[in-house]
């Protein structure tokens, strides 16, 4: 048996002896549901990457149709208008190739000398040559096929664009004229005979110089190896006039303009040239322009803005009228539970595509196309927005503290939306973004397939132009490149930001370290 220890009580202090001991107060500051999903999704650098990759793209969509330095964008009638089309993306004159307007083409030797031709023509301003009005910018081999010789040639697709045939008023053709003697730019070229029986002239407004033979644009040559000009060319013809393209005035010179109607004037213009007149600057499409001559810059931001503000407007109203939906269903279920969603059973088996045709077929005429096309979207959307609500209401509303504010007279306003509700709101929230990229897929499909036709001078959408560019996919991939890269970032972007939203919401997190 071991011993007793003894310990002197004088060797123990009273700690606090005379003072009351209570808990401390809390320093730090209190942190609310959202700015608690706040920090939470700013520590989920995927989602925060692609919210930052959204807000650009919906900036883009907003400032892109107005910016307003015509020398890199120019509004979409007018690059349709000039006939701009299936100019390269151009940013930067780095004579690389790289974003500078500029491709590589094997061409046969009547191309290249057509390419020479039109550069001989624009080039020339008095005593002195402009070698930027070049399509050729540089010859990398020549060589012979089948007995044909042929040229390895980097391209300008802005330089070849060539000539325009116009038709002004007498204003605008002598304003035309006043400018060109102020600034030395030379806008109006001769005139040539583009009758209907000259079918290769009438169709381009560059063939200018002497044909070969009737009917075919091949350039004529001199014994020096140079283009016979209109300019120069004798206009005495042996071919009925097909061979003189010139059109002399009565003082033996060549005319600037032919009348047209009652009070125009056809001309034939220098297409940069003109486009110097117009905006200042010369043509510098930063995407490039489409088959139609539009500038894709300019009309992909018209599209998205489009796509967006459906997509949130569609959004909004699901959300709105799903979560009131899913509330009651969920809230008193039974006989009201079972009729509603007997309601949402049927309207839910009606195919979007069927409803979408149906609609644009006998409701667009009406009430215009983008208003039939929202009451297809509203029509059916709401329903998953209202499943989910319902659920979550059938998961809460049995909860202790649910019942303990039951138990206090709370109301059943006050229980659905101050109490229940609270706890679905991560969830609903994070279906409704996911709703926008939904949106804008079926709407992009929608125009791609025909079923909806939202292609005009002013307003488009994604679908239809990544549609007018599938035949030019294998010559001009940047057509349709710009307009898939966009709803591609699009998709991806929602998706994570969508799964970033989703977990920041949830209330079984809150708190929770990552």
């Known amino acids: 048996m071991q011993d007793t220890i003894k310990i002197d009580p004088s060797q123990f202090e009273f700690v606090q002896k005379e003072k009351f001991i209570k808990d401390e107060k809390i320093e730090t500051k209190k942190i609310g549901y959202f700015k608690d999903a706040l920090i939470r999704f700013t520590r989920n650098k995927a989602s ?36 701009y089309s299936y100019t390269l993306p151009k940013l930067f004159n780095t004579g690389f190739g790289f974003w500078d ?38 010859v990398y081999s020549n060589y012979l096929a089948s007995g044909v010789q042929y040229y390895d ?17 007498e204003a605008e053709y002598l304003a035309i004229q006043e400018w060109q003697n102020e600034t030395g730019i030379q806008v109006i070229y001769p005139a040539v005979n583009n009758s209907s ?21 091949d350039v004529t040559y001199d014994e020096n190896g140079n283009p016979i000009f209109i300019e120069t060319y004798n206009t005495t013809s042996n071919d009925g006039g097909y061979n003189s393209l010139r059109i002399d005035g009565d003082d033996g010179s060549y005319k600037y303009a032919k009348p047209s109607g009652s009070s125009g004037y056809q001309i034939r213009v220098d ?40 997509a949130i407007f569609v959004s909004a109203l699901n959300l709105i009228i799903g979560a009131l939906y899913g509330a009651i269903e969920g809230y008193f279920g039974g006989t009201i539970d079972l009729v509603m969603e007997r309601i949402c059973d049927i309207l839910g088996n009606v195919p979007f595509m069927v409803v979408t045709t149906l609609f644009q077929l006998h409701l667009a005429s009406k009430v215009g196309v983008v208003p039939s096309l929202l009451f297809a979207f509203v029509l059916t959307g709401w329903i998953g927005t209202a499943a989910t609500t319902r659920m ?40 409704s973004v996911l709703v926008i990229p939904s949106v804008i897929f079926s709407e992009s499909s929608l125009t791609y397939l025909g079923i909806v036709n939202l292609d005009s001078a002013e307003q488009t959408s994604v679908g239809t132009m990544l549609a007018n560019a599938r035949g030019s996919l294998q010559n001009y991939p940047h057509i349709i490149l710009f307009p898939a890269l966009f709803i591609s970032l699009l998709m991806i972007t929602f998706n994570l930001f969508g ?16």
């Open 392 to 431: 979550q209401f059938y998961r809460y509303k049995n909860q202790e503290y649910v019942m303990a504010a039951r138990t206090l007279g709370a109301s059943n306003k006050r229980l659905m939306f101050k109490h229940i509700f609270p706890n679905a709101i991560g969830t609903l929230i994070t279906s």
């Open 153 to 169: 040639i980097r391209y300008d697709s802005y330089a070849g664009l060539g000539m325009q045939y116009l038709t002004v008023t």
């Open 48 to 83: 925060v990457a692609a919210f930052v990759i959204i807000i650009l793209l919906v900036i883009y969509s907003i400032v892109g149709p107005y910016i307003g330095n015509q020398n890199y964008i120019v509004n979409s009638y007018d690059s349709r208008r000039l006939g």
């Open 101 to 138: 307007g500029t491709e590589k083409q094997s061409v046969n030797q009547n191309t290249y000398n057509r390419y020479y031709a039109i550069y001989v023509e624009t080039s020339r301003n008095g005593s002195t040559e402009d070698t930027t009005r070049n399509p050729i910018t540089k």
């Open 271 to 310: 297409k940069n040239a003109y486009f110097t007149y117009c905006y200042g600057g010369s043509p510098r499409f930063i995407f490039g322009t489409d088959t139609s001559g539009y500038d894709i810059f300019t009309r992909l931001a018209r599209a998205g803005r489009f796509s967006f503000l459906l």
């Open 499 to 514: 799964n970033g939203l989703r977990d920041a919401f949830n209330p079984s997190l809150r708190g929770a370290d990552e």
């Open 197 to 217: 029986s000259v079918p290769s002239v009438a169709n381009d407004p560059n063939i200018w110089y002497q044909l070969n033979q009737r009917n075919q644009p």
